[in-house]
């Protein structure tokens, strides 16, 4: 299992356009990504758990990335937020 934590700098905080590319970017692996912010959490695949956590800018969002794939879940979901939130 691997971790990091990300605040997210997007002026509108993970709206419906990023939290769709988000989603696309998680299915790509088949480690299983969660997403965790203010006491809730969500599969980072799915696109309704994603938006109910209504995260905001400024907010920082940890995720965490497990199973077979994780290095490189790990590297590139990193390089995704810091790219795009």
């Known amino acids: 299992m691997r971790k990091f934590k990300y605040t997210i700098k997007e002026e509108q905080g993970i709206h419906a356009r990023p939290a769709s590319f988000l989603i696309q970017e998680a299915r790509t692996y088949e480690s299983r990504i969660t997403l965790r912010v203010k006491g809730k959490e969500a599969d980072a695949s799915n696109i309704i758990a994603v938006m109910a956590l209504d995260v ?16 490189v879940a790990y590297r590139e979901m990193k390089k995704f937020f810091e790219e795009n939130l």
Request: hydrophobic share 25%; glycine share 18%.
């Open 56 to 71: 905001m800018c400024g907010q920082k969002v940890e995720v965490e990335i497990c199973g077979t794939d994780e290095g």
